[in-house]
Nanobody, 128 residues
Framework: QVQLVESGGGLVQAGGSLRLSCAAS????????MSWFRQAPGKEREFVAA???????????RYLDSVKGRFTISRDGAKAWVYLQMNSLKAEDTAVYYC??????????????????WGKGTLVTVSS
């Protein structure tokens, strides 16, 4: 089993920044693809960002189009910590943000149905 615990959510004004953190523990492997999803009230859970490692050991990332240039996913600590730096936040970014882990899959395959482990989520509220 893998445990994922998110932190860093809160209330922020539009244009502000937040940094979400996710701590992974348990039977966790650095080869896992780590990602962030979000779910706004009344909407389906959607992909936000994912990070994996290519065969050279370099991190590669993928983003939802609407957050490109504003959000940055990263990880460290033997890959056991994952972060989501969110800048220039907008009201439409308001949602519960979930950390997620998937056993080795192509970055382009990351979607809710392919996730093996989920965190419990952290609420981000952006006031306009």
């Amino acid at each position: 089993q893998v445990q994922l615990v998110e932190s860093g959510g809160g209330l922020v004004q539009a244009g502000g920044s937040l940094r979400l953190s996710c701590a992974a523990s348990g039977h966790f492997f650095s080869s896992y693809v780590m990602s962030w999803f979000r779910q706004a009230p009344g909407k389906e859970r959607e992909f936000v960002a994912a990070i994996s490692t290519d065969i050279t050991g370099r991190d590669i990332m993928r983003y939802l189009d609407s957050v490109k240039g504003r959000f940055t996913i990263s990880r460290d600590g033997a890959k056991a910590w994952v972060y989501l730096q969110m800048n220039s936040l907008k009201a439409e970014d308001t949602a519960v943000y979930y950390c997620a882990a998937a056993r080795s899959i192509p970055l382009s395959w990351v979607e809710p149905s392919r996730i093996d482990y989920w965190g419990k989520g952290t609420l981000v509220t952006v006031s306009s």
